[in-house]
């Protein structure tokens, strides 16, 4: 196991000494007079592509920072600076109170209005964290904490700070969370506590706070977790929707966006035999990354093949990406199609007074129309990146007989055709390791109006090229 030092100098988003760690900070921690001078308005969104600009959660930032004062990267003099320049960022929390395993600390009475908060208030906060900490410890595993006492219990911050609803450490016993938007908030207070507290069974799982490329998991079950614990509160689809936006990034390269990914884990595991609960995929996977070394992409590929019923992680990615584009679709009977959708997939909701949903449709890199059956295009090349997925739409107008798609790549490709009317999808074919296929299409006894070939990138990622007619 790596040490603190070894772990944040492998993290090139870490700091690594004085200088970027003060930087850091100073960027992180404004003092609590600028801030009110500056009384930057209350972002109260009131929409999922408003929500969707901010970072949330502070877990890879106050957390990174919060890894360095646990380092012996920086020197004394500047750990005294920082810790300076937190506590001047911080109202004076002058009262506590302890609600099972929490014990909390605010203010009512600060010269910033934002940072105040009621009794009230922190009551209704610690029933919902008791409640998720009971779910969790059932379900998963016990969220970290101190042994206080004799009863395991987490220290809550509440305040005002720009930008973020909560942050937790694995370096510290402490989750923060903002009062104005979350504690004074009826829905945030459900789904922001759950979030934060859910990082911290990952701790428990053996994730540590600053360690390089794992917010694809880390940040992104965090959000998952909010729907798991909510059935109706919908603001996860913030994430869900920012990656089906942007199928052309790499999973492993994902934060929140790869919420997507996890929401069908979870489902389309759930339908194998080896998994009763929504949850006991994401379970196994956690317990796989504590048992294995803590190898996120090892334990999830180990999960979906060993367990979810699919013969590579490969034909799970590829499943997933028809599954990004066919999702509102109806199956080709035209029932609620239980092989490629996702659960809320149409779902519109309004929680406190902001809109969410339905998800949204992946975007197309090209977009062209088979007039009739001689039709003849060629696409640029084209790549596409590891774990990621292009799309190219064709729309099919009426006459349109026979038609044949050729499709040429290299390095690590897969490619599926997928065939549907206005509502259904109509037929679909996956196709692994691409290097050259035809697909040569008898339209003339379907109602055929778009074929979508979703290309994806698997191990290492690859080039490809499309031809309609070659």
């Known amino acids: 196991m790596m040490t603190i030092d070894e772990m944040l100098q492998a993290n090139p988003h870490a700091p690594h000494n004085d200088s970027e760690a003060l930087q850091m900070a100073r960027q992180l921690h404004v003092p609590k007079d600028t801030q009110m001078a500056k009384m930057v308005p209350l972002d109260e969104f009131a929409s999922e592509e408003d929500e969707g600009i901010e970072d949330s959660c ?192 790499g999973l492993l390269t994902r934060s929140y966006d790869a919420c997507h990914f996890w929401k069908w884990f979870s489902e389309r595991l759930q339908q194998s035999d080896a998994f009763n609960h929504e949850h006991d995929a994401v379970r196994e996977f956690m317990e796989e990354h504590r048992t294995n070394g803590n190898n996120a992409e090892i334990a999830c590929r180990k999960i979906v093949e060993d367990m979810g019923g699919y013969p590579s992680f490969d034909a799970f990615f590829t499943h997933w990406s028809v599954s990004n584009h066919v999702k509102r679709l109806r199956d080709p009977n035209g029932s609620t199609d239980h092989r490629f959708g996702y659960a809320d997939a149409s779902a519109t909701a309004i929680n406190c007074h902001r809109s969410y949903g339905p998800m949204r449709n992946v975007p197309y890199t090209t977009d062209e129309t088979i007039t009739d059956d001689t039709f003849h295009w060629v696409s640029p090349s084209l790549s596409v990146r590891e774990y990621a997925s292009r799309y190219v739409n064709f729309m099919v107008e009426s006459g349109v007989d026979q038609t044949r798609i050729t499709i040429v790549a290299s390095g690590n490709v897969s490619a599926s055709l997928i065939q549907q009317d206005n509502s259904r999808w109509l037929n679909v074919d996956e196709r692994l390791a691409v290097t050259t296929h035809n697909w040569d299409l008898d339209l003339s006894s379907q109602e055929v109006s778009r074929i979508v070939i979703a290309v994806s990138g698997l191990s290492g990622g690859g080039q490809f090229h499309i031809e309609v007619n070659p």
């Open 58 to 249: 502070g877990e890879s930032s106050l957390g990174i920072l919060e890894a360095t004062l646990a380092s012996s990267l920086i020197s004394e003099e500047a750990r005294a600076e920082i810790n300076t320049l937190i506590s001047d960022s911080q109202p004076s929390l002058d009262q506590d109170k302890t609600i099972g395993h929490f014990r909390f600390h605010w203010t009512e009475t600060s010269e910033d209005a934002r940072d105040n908060v009621t009794e009230s208030e922190i009551d209704a906060t610690g029933e919902i964290l008791n409640q998720w900490w009971t779910r969790f410890s059932t379900d998963f595993r016990e969220p970290k904490a101190d042994l206080v006492d004799g009863t395991r219990r987490i220290d809550i911050d509440v305040y005002y700070r720009d930008r973020l609803h909560g942050s937790t450490s694995s370096h510290s016993n402490r989750i923060f969370l903002r009062s104005t938007s979350v504690v004074s908030d009826d829905c945030r207070r459900l789904t922001t506590t759950a979030h934060e507290l859910f990082h911290r069974v990952e701790y428990s799982y053996g994730y540590v706070t600053g360690t390089a490329k794992q917010k694809w998991w880390v940040e992104a079950l965090g959000s998952w977790s909010q729907k798991y614990c909510n059935a109706n509160q919908f603001d996860y689809l913030s994430r869900v929707n920012a990656g089906f936006l942007k199928p052309e990034k």
